[in-house]
């Protein structure tokens, strides 16, 4: 089975810290996204990376960064954190044709207060 | 027209019947179709693929209607754990996975 793992389940930081999220996976598979999920928004993607060292923007990159500097890590940063990213982010990963299926993590539902 | 959009719900279904839901798509979502399934608070997970020739797995059927470009759910003798949202996704011809908002379904006892 392939399992995706989020570093916290919950996480509270204060505006203006510095926030690391992380994410690993054990399946060997070169995608790997980062989500924020709201509600009324759905899904929306932020960043994604098909290989190492590779970052690609997805729908809402403003404020976030992100690293991937080995396979089974991605890691999203946000750099100044506000309220209005508080949210719950979800990784994923995705396998290779034919499937294309994705598998999430957890989720981290971050509070920036 | 957005890419991928589904009806928000809620359906509120009693225990046994069925219920069927559909997705629509624009022609950039076009390549590859899913269903997802997400309960409260949790993470979405893959509930099926949807194939052209449509799929079935137990009580829960997948079809895909090209010339209409819609994806449906159909799900026989719901339960009480069917209760969750369902999400339906695409993935278009430039690799990118589009989401929908999702159905939120409920089972009545």
């Known amino acids: ?113 | 027209r957005k890419e991928v959009e589904q009806d928000p719900g809620p359906f509120n279904v009693p225990e046994g019947a069925t219920v069927a839901f559909n997705c629509t798509y624009s022609n950039s979502a076009s390549q590859s179709f899913f269903w997802y399934r997400q309960d409260c608070r949790k993470e979405p997970k893959l509930l099926m693929s949807v194939y052209s020739s449509g799929n079935e797995d137990g009580r829960f059927t997948a079809q895909l209607n090209r010339a209409s470009q819609y994806i449906s759910l159909l799900i026989r003798d719901s339960k009480l754990s069917d209760s969750a949202t369902y999400l339906c996704v695409g993935l278009n011809r430039d690799d990118k996975i589009i989401f929908g908002k999702g159905t939120r379904l409920h089972i009545l006892p």
């Open chain 1, 1 to 113: 089975d392939v399992k995706v793992t989020q570093s916290s389940r919950y996480l509270v930081k204060r505006t203006g810290e510095k926030v690391f999220l992380e994410c690993v996976q054990d399946m060997d598979h070169e995608n790997m996204f980062w989500y924020r999920q709201d509600p009324g928004l759905g899904l929306r993607l932020i960043y994604f990376s098909y290989d190492v060292k590779m970052k690609e923007k997805g729908d809402i990159p403003e404020g976030y960064s992100v690293s991937r500097e080995k396979k089974e890590r991605f890691s999203l940063i946000l750099e100044s954190a506000s309220t209005n990213q508080t949210s719950m982010y979800l990784c994923a990963t995705r396998g290779g044709p034919p499937s294309y299926e994705q598998y999430f993590g957890p989720g981290t539902r971050l509070t920036v207060t």
